[in-house]
């Protein structure tokens, strides 16, 4: 895990991003890695107010209030100089310009031959968002080069079944790219007036995993849910060589 660098992103906003780079913080932090958490978002800077991972907000925009693509300049430096286990969670606002970004100053490669090990890690969503985050995979699987990806299928928002009955894994676009995944997660669905709840107030309290289970804010079962999809989720994250 060391010197592994993991860049969430997707294109749609509310898919799930923050969630995902928390799940993951606290996966590595769990395991024992240095973790260094970043926020890129320049509006919604959720997984910054994670004070439990210490995650730092990463401003790129200029003096005008405009993003300004230099702005990651930083963020990669203290990549490219520091070890540890990073994680960088990306806004829908910074998607266009991290990705353009990575590709017009090879920054991918420049990780590697730094002795970066680099994974991307992308959403798809089910229901009505899946033709929207499937082109977003597919965007951005075209644009890391052979770059490995982990992606992450949120059934959060409904079946991971397209409008002609194929499941996700079965589509053409899925197939294109499956020889580059290192890896696929699935966030199951569960009874939105159970765990979607719990998870809900979880994230709208910026609660790590830990926090939650020693907070009295949220009773015993609730913390067994909790538990249970923290659970399922590093399970596995354990089956995913990092």
Not at 164 to 171: A, I, L, P, R
Not at 190 to 201: A, F, I, P, S, V
């Amino acid at each position: 895990m060391k010197n592994t660098v993991h860049f969430i992103l997707q294109g749609k906003g509310g898919i799930g991003k923050s969630f995902i780079a928390a799940l993951l913080a606290q996966y590595f932090k769990g395991k024992g890695a240095e973790l260094k958490a970043f926020d890129t978002d320049q509006e919604n800077t959720t997984f910054g107010h994670y004070k439990a991972l210490d995650v730092q907000c990463i401003s790129v925009k200029d003096k005008s209030n405009i993003i300004n693509a230099k702005g990651f300049d930083p963020l990669i430096e203290r990549l490219l100089t520091e070890d540890g286990t990073f994680v960088i969670d990306n806004g829908a606002n910074t998607f266009s310009p991290l990705i353009s970004y990575m590709v017009e100053s090879d920054i991918l490669e420049m990780l590697r031959d730094n002795g970066k090990i680099v994974y991307i890690h992308t959403i798809v969503g089910g229901g009505d968002t899946m033709a929207d985050t499937a082109n977003g995979f597919n965007a951005i699987v075209k644009g890391i080069g052979d770059t490995p990806v982990v992606l992450w299928l949120n059934e959060h928002f409904g079946e991971m079944i397209t409008p002609d009955g194929k499941n996700f894994q079965e589509t053409k676009v899925f197939k294109t790219h499956e020889s580059q995944l290192h890896g696929v997660i699935t966030l199951q669905a569960r009874n939105h007036q159970t765990y979607g709840d719990d998870l809900k107030r979880m994230n709208a309290k910026r609660l790590t995993l830990d926090e939650v289970m020693q907070s009295p804010d949220f009773v015993a079962v609730e913390k067994q849910r909790i538990r249970t999809v923290a659970k399922d989720v590093f399970n596995q994250l354990d089956q995913i060589e990092f």
